[in-house]
């Protein structure tokens, strides 16, 4: 299938097509097919359009840029700057973005190259189903998104829960 949102789920596709044939005992299928998962994995293939959700009020021209302080660990300043082709991910992002503004979700164009987001790719989700990226250079805002689901405010609160809990490293 032609379709980014398909393509983001072929590593892990490819891994457990994989990991059967090794099941199977049929070494060169496997050992093809985990070469395809690490081929799909490393080569991010969305061409958008991308999303950046936050609270703060920009406007398009502006750039998005790294070294931020991370919204989940304030301490932390990220190398990257995040982004996402799922509306409804960059509205959830904008949401439990640290501030006081009101949540805006950013249609946004990168000006460099662009990897999967390690914190979800493989670590949370085999493959990329949440379309989730990051760079190095910055993003450039081309437009706003006004209409995406919200959360509820008791979808928020586990979300904060959750990331309160999170035991896990920010990969930056």
């Excluded at 509205?91 to 914190?119: C, M």
Aim: aromatic share 10%.
């Amino acid at each position: 299938m032609n379709d980014d949102s398909v393509k983001s789920a072929f590593p892990s596709l490819y891994s457990n097509i994989a990991k059967c044939y090794e099941d199977l005992g049929d070494s060169d299928k496997a050992k093809k097919n985990y070469e395809l998962a690490t081929s799909f994995k490393d080569k991010p293939s969305d061409k958008g359009p991308f999303y950046h959700g936050t609270k703060a009020d920009l406007s398009v021209g502006d750039l998005l840029t790294a070294g931020g302080s991370s919204n989940y660990k304030s301490e932390l300043k990220m190398n990257h700057i995040y982004f996402t082709a799922v509306v409804n991910g960059a509205g959830l992002a904008a949401a439990l973005a640290k501030g006081d503004g009101r949540e805006r979700v950013y249609i946004v164009e990168p000006t460099g190259g662009f990897e999967n987001d390690p914190n979800v790719t493989d670590k949370k989700f085999p493959g990329n189903p949440t379309r989730s990226y990051r760079s190095q250079a910055p993003l450039k805002i081309v437009g706003e998104v006004t209409d995406w689901v919200k959360q509820t405010p008791e979808e928020l609160q586990k979300w904060r829960e959750k990331l309160a809990n999170n035991k896990g490293e920010i990969i930056n």
